[in-house]
């Protein structure tokens, strides 16, 4: 997969990039990240990439000139995904960085000020995408949360490639609990099912504390579901259905 980031400010993304996860697929050449910066597409001798709102207001507006050509020459044989970060889009969920991690090709293009020029939006923009209901600086942080949640999800990034499939929303549910050595640490226990070696009984204790943080942490996910019986039976016996 190939990702470009189209940003005013692309060296906040850079570090992250050579660090962890994302060094690691992209040295398995899973992955391929440039990043690019969108005044190399202004043509006045300022470099200037926005301007004033047309009807008056607070605020700049990045000009829909420097997109457009920036895109055009990222996206040559017009194949690319092309995803704008705003407040405005659809959520980010596990679910669509799984699905954009099967595209080849994504533009990645990070606002700032008061947002595009609306044309961009209306003419180059496949998706817009937001990371959460509050506003950034700019779309730079943004575009780097969509890198990483895609990029763990690529084979060869992790060591062990089950582990991205299984987190937090990858089943429409919390992580379980989870638990390491010394068995016994302040007086407290891990839970005897996880050092029984019974493997059914331990993915049973698994999906029901998934379900129950689910229920306590996030019950809008869950409304999602069509629960069965037993999943219901668990909940109650939690105290966390009627």
Not at 2 to 17: R, S
Not at 51 to 80: C, Q, R
């Amino acid at each position: 997969m190939k990702i470009d980031v189209l940003a005013l400010f692309p060296e906040i993304i850079a570090p992250a990039l050579e660090t962890g996860i994302l060094k690691r697929v992209q040295e398995a050449d899973k992955l391929t990240v440039n990043l690019h910066n969108l005044r190399d597409w202004a043509t006045d001798k300022h470099k200037s990439v926005d301007d004033y709102p047309y009807g008056g207001g607070a605020g700049m507006i990045l000009k829909p000139e420097p997109i457009f050509a920036a895109v055009a020459a990222l996206n040559s044989e017009e194949t690319a995904h092309i995803i704008y970060l705003t407040p405005q889009g659809t959520p980010l969920t596990q679910g669509v960085a799984e699905s954009l991690s099967l595209e080849t090709h994504l533009v990645l293009l990070c606002g700032r000020y008061k947002g595009v020029d609306e044309r961009v939006r209306d003419r180059l923009v496949t998706t817009e995408l937001s990371i959460g209901d509050y506003v950034l600086s700019g779309g730079e942080i943004a575009a780097l949360v969509l890198i990483d949640a895609i990029g763990r999800v690529l084979p060869g990034a992790l060591g062990d490639y089950e582990s991205a499939h299984v987190d937090s929303f990858s089943q429409e549910l919390l992580d379980h609990p989870h638990y390491t050595r010394p068995a016994e640490f302040g007086g407290m226990r891990v839970p005897e099912v996880l050092v029984s070696g019974h493997h059914e009984n331990i993915e049973k204790w698994r999906y029901a504390e998934a379900l129950k943080r689910t229920a306590k942490h996030r019950p809008d996910l869950l409304q999602k579901l069509e629960l069965s019986e037993e999943d219901i039976a668990i909940l109650k016996t939690a105290g966390l259905a009627e």
